[in-house]
């Protein structure tokens, strides 16, 4: 059973990091309006998280302090 994709991401142009490059464990990322969608690079078919953007940028700045 696919999970159920919200139309925008259909729409949207996901891209993966430049820092992956040919590593397949690895996510993309797309930018929606207002906020971002992830998924899996390998599992694009098991669907996509949608993020606002304060919910990205918490993770961003998590991210970086690690």
């Known amino acids: 059973m696919q999970p159920p994709q919200n139309p925008a991401f259909d729409?949207?142009?996901?891209?993966?990091?430049s820092?992956?490059?040919?590593?397949?464990a690895c996510v993309e990322v797309a930018?929606?309006?207002?906020g971002v969608a992830v998924r899996d690079t390998q599992n694009r078919g098991l669907g996509t998280?949608?993020?606002n953007a304060a919910e990205w940028q918490a993770f961003l700045d998590t991210a970086k302090d690690a």
Do not use: I, M, T
């Not at 729409?11 to 990091?17: D, G, L, P, T, V």
């Not at 820092?19 to 397949?24: D, I, L, T, V």
């Not at 930018?31 to 207002?34: C, R």
């Open 49 to 51: 998280l949608s993020f």
């Open 31 to 34: 930018g929606l309006d207002p």
């Open 19 to 24: 820092y992956s490059q040919s590593e397949a």
């Open 11 to 17: 729409q949207a142009e996901f891209r993966k990091s």
